[in-house]
């Protein structure tokens, strides 16, 4: 059975998630349940940080990309392990500041950040806003010019780089709603107008070419484009940028088939490359950002849930009902992804039938897996979905009225609510 990190299954043949048991989890908790580990977190940011630290000396920093998953206790622990932030929203900007993050260290990202979004940003002291495109380019300097400061920023450009994964994640290549166009001359002409901006500081540039990718060559492709880039604007403008982000997109294993790279990897050709092509332009090498998110995130949760009944219809297929679905995840309906599922409270009984695992939404298409090899499964078993730490509480949504589930965060045998589930009078707080 393919376990990601910090599982295990314990002597009564039931999972285990951070030293606790998952049915001890369901009963204390209920289902559906999100359990986050956050000694698997901790360690991805560690190895993050340290690599950065070994591999570019010559300075960088890693931004968890928070759109992954967002809540106060994500911000804490990304600020106690020397990390960034990326915000995509005055909704994740406000959790982070909520949460005592620095504002120094965040990144505001986003393709149509509105003018109150920007001042709120620029008010909180955000470390770069990264600006996506003209219109915003002057809404920010209006703003700015009102508040009377300056407003650090990295213009997003797009490389025309496609990262080979699915159309719903890729974001590097021409085609694309984010980011000003390198090949067309948008980027440089920003450029320009960025810096007669006195309002306007430019400090580099962004871009960020999709997600969940295995390869390092992408990377490696971008940051030579993007250097290319920088040496062109120094040639044209006189203007020597210091500051490069590659954006993330490191992909994690959602099944035994995924063969993700080891972190360091990825830093080390990176990096080895930069310092070579800034040899050979002898552009001194800038400051690089990273904005992993998934690949913290999504190892360290798993989602719990209770088996309602399973509907055979012979030569057909098996239907495992369970009590959550696309509205606790929705990726699966969204674009078929790929995820683990295991028999979380009989984990040591054979395989027995191969399942769908539907979800209890109004829709014929809320499944969270097919064709999963499963024992023969009863009313009231448990079952876990892995690798479920990124973009889905994230993504939740109160489809057909049903409350988000609880987020607990377990670490040596102990468990905590970090999220508090909804109950029926949330669902109606806002209505009138």
Request: charged share 15%.
């Given at each position: 059975m393919f376990l990601t990190q910090g599982l295990a299954v314990n002597e009564k043949g039931h999972l285990t998630i951070g030293g606790c048991d998952t049915t001890e989890l369901a009963a204390a908790y209920g289902t559906p349940l999100y359990v986050m580990d956050e000694q698997v977190i901790r360690d991805a940011l560690k190895e993050y940080v340290r690599s950065m630290k070994e591999f570019y000396p010559q300075g960088g920093r890693i931004a968890y990309a928070s759109k992954a998953c967002c809540f106060l206790e994500m911000y804490r622990i990304a600020g106690e392990e020397g990390a960034g932030a990326d915000v995509a929203s005055a909704g994740e900007l406000y959790t982070a500041l909520q949460a005592g993050f620095p504002a120094d260290r965040l990144y505001f990202h986003g393709n149509n950040k509105p003018a109150g979004e920007l001042r709120m940003a620029l008010e909180a002291g955000v470390g770069r806003i990264v600006v996506d495109n003209l219109p915003e380019l002057h809404r920010l300097s209006a703003v700015a010019r009102e508040l009377g400061c300056t407003a650090d920023i990295l213009l997003r450009v797009t490389p025309g780089i496609d990262a080979h994964t699915h159309s719903f994640i890729r974001t590097g290549q021409i085609d694309s709603k984010f980011g000003l166009t390198m090949e067309n001359g948008d980027a440089l002409a920003a450029v320009r107008e960025a810096a007669a901006m006195k309002e306007i500081s430019l400090r580099g540039i962004h871009c960020h070419i999709g997600s969940q990718i295995f390869d390092a060559e992408p990377f490696i492709h971008a940051a030579e484009v993007l250097l290319d880039f920088l040496s062109d604007v120094r040639?044209?403008?006189?203007?020597?940028?210091?500051?490069?982000?590659?954006?993330?997109?490191?992909?994690?294993?959602?099944?035994?088939?995924?063969?993700?790279?080891?972190?360091?990897?990825?830093?080390?050709?990176?990096?080895?490359?930069?310092?070579?092509?800034?040899?050979?332009?002898?552009?001194?090498?800038?400051?690089?950002?990273?904005?992993?998110?998934?690949?913290?995130?999504?190892?360290?949760?798993?989602?719990?849930?209770?088996?309602?009944?399973?509907?055979?219809?012979?030569?057909?297929?098996?239907?495992?009902?369970?009590?959550?679905?696309?509205?606790?995840?929705?990726?699966?309906?969204?674009?078929?992804?790929?995820?683990?599922?295991?028999?979380?409270?009989?984990?040591?009984?054979?395989?027995?039938?191969?399942?769908?695992?539907?979800?209890?939404?109004?829709?014929?298409?809320?499944?969270?897996?097919?064709?999963?090899?499963?024992?023969?499964?009863?009313?009231?078993?448990?079952?876990?979905?892995?690798?479920?730490?990124?973009?889905?509480?994230?993504?939740?949504s109160n489809y057909n009225r049903l409350p988000r589930p609880a987020v607990v965060m377990v670490k040596n045998g102990e468990s905590r609510v970090v999220v508090r589930g909804e109950t029926y009078d949330d669902l109606i707080r806002n209505d009138i």
């Open positions: 040639t044209q403008t006189g203007l020597a940028m210091k500051e490069m982000s590659l954006g993330g997109g490191f992909g994690i294993a959602y099944t035994a088939e995924d063969q993700p790279r080891p972190y360091s990897e990825y830093m080390a050709m990176v990096s080895g490359a930069l310092k070579k092509k800034a040899e050979a332009l002898d552009y001194p090498l800038p400051f690089i950002i990273l904005e992993p998110g998934r690949s913290i995130a999504a190892p360290a949760g798993i989602t719990l849930y209770t088996v309602g009944g399973v509907k055979n219809i012979p030569g057909v297929r098996t239907y495992i009902s369970v009590d959550g679905g696309m509205a606790d995840n929705p990726r699966y309906a969204l674009y078929q992804a790929e995820y683990t599922v295991a028999a979380a409270s009989r984990m040591n009984d054979p395989v027995a039938c191969q399942a769908t695992i539907a979800g209890r939404c109004c829709e014929s298409g809320d499944m969270l897996q097919e064709n999963v090899s499963l024992p023969d499964m009863d009313s009231g078993d448990l079952l876990a979905v892995l690798a479920t730490g990124a973009y889905n509480y994230s993504m939740s």
